[in-house]
């Protein structure tokens, strides 16, 4: 049950303490196993457009098989592997997973939506990250308009003439740049000068509270209103309801991506989802 996951998530959080130096060398021996042992899989959460009534993206979003502790939620071992270089193995995978994903629609009868990649902004600003993208879109023959990055604020705070260099280049393979949870980075305002970013995600802890009360939209009301003056997309995330949804697009804000309109799901299930969209638009204007 998702409260005993949630329990044995608190254990293996115990267990595997970060501080501590000992374990977490034996959290890096569990994670080195688990992609060993093809423990880690991706799903797919399709995000919705209101002005064009339809998907108009994807987010990747890692999944953990552990045989015997369950499913381990990402909230729980990715912070643990940003503390350690295992987080460039994983973000690798994730970006490899993807690109075969992208690469397999191309060559089939699916209109392909971009898919965005949750990537630690320390491996962002690492040395050979950019060149390690253009090698791979090479490899797998796909467009950089597919994949996009997103990334939190925390990275802004130490590496913004880093980020201008990395994410510049990211631009020119075609790689966007997401903001992700939004408001919630305790960082300046000031990278949104500076940094080329394309997209601005609010928070989920901000969605929550839109339609609540007059106090509930301020927020993000607010991010909305910055996302137009800076000419950035803005997209909410973890919409839940349709009064939410509703008072999300009366403030301006048409991109949604939540369980009121999709899980996060497989691979299988979101390809029938695109290739059934492309029928219904053929229908529609053919
Ligand atoms: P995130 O990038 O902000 O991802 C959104 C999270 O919100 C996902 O949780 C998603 O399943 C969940 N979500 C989506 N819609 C709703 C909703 O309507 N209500 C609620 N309550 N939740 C919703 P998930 O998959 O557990 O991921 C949690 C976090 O773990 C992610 O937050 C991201 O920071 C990290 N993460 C997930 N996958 C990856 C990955 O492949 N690589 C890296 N580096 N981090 C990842
Ligand atoms: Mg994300
Ligand atoms: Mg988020
Ligand atoms: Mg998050």
Redesign the pocket.
């Known amino acids: 049950s998702a409260k005993q996951n949630g329990r044995d998530n608190a254990r293996f959080y115990e267990a595997y303490m970060a501080e501590d130096v000992a374990n977490l060398f034996q959290f890096e021996q569990v994670i080195k196993e688990a992609l060993l042992k093809d423990q880690f899989s991706l799903v797919y959460?399709p995000q919705y457009d209101h002005q064009r009534q339809g998907i108009f993206g994807l987010?990747?979003?890692?999944r953990w098989h552990h045989p015997e502790r369950g499913n381990i939620?990402?909230?729980e071992f990715?912070p643990m592997a940003e503390e350690s270089n295992l987080?460039c193995q994983?973000?690798e995978f994730?970006i490899e997973e993807v690109l075969k994903c992208l690469k397999e629609w191309q060559n089939a009868d699916v209109d392909i939506v971009p898919i965005a990649?949750?990537?630690?902004g320390r491996h962002m600003v690492s040395v050979g990250f950019v060149d390690y993208i253009e090698q791979k879109l090479t490899e797998y023959n796909v467009s950089g308009r597919w994949l996009k990055i997103?990334i939190t604020e925390g990275v802004f705070i130490h590496d913004v003439s880093q980020c201008v260099d990395i994410m510049s280049a990211l631009n020119a393979l075609g790689v966007e740049i997401s903001v992700?949870?939004f408001g919630t980075g305790y960082s300046s305002l000031n990278y949104l000068k500076t940094l080329p970013l394309d997209i601005l995600k609010i928070d989920?802890s901000f969605v929550r509270e839109c339609g609540d009360s007059a106090e509930g939209d301020k927020i993000c009301e607010a991010i909305i209103q910055l996302a137009n003056n800076l000419d950035l997309q803005v997209i909410a995330?973890?919409?839940?309801t349709e009064l939410q949804a509703t008072v999300l697009q009366q403030l301006g804000c048409h991109l949604h991506?939540?369980?009121?309109y999709f899980m996060?799901e497989t691979k299988e299930s979101v390809s029938d989802r695109l290739r059934q969209q492309t029928h219904n638009k053929a229908l529609k204007h053919g």
């Open positions: 959460q987010e990747a979003l890692i939620s990402p909230a990715i987080i994983i973000d994730v990649v949750n990537i630690s997103e992700d949870d989920q995330e973890g919409v839940e991506q939540g369980y009121y996060p």
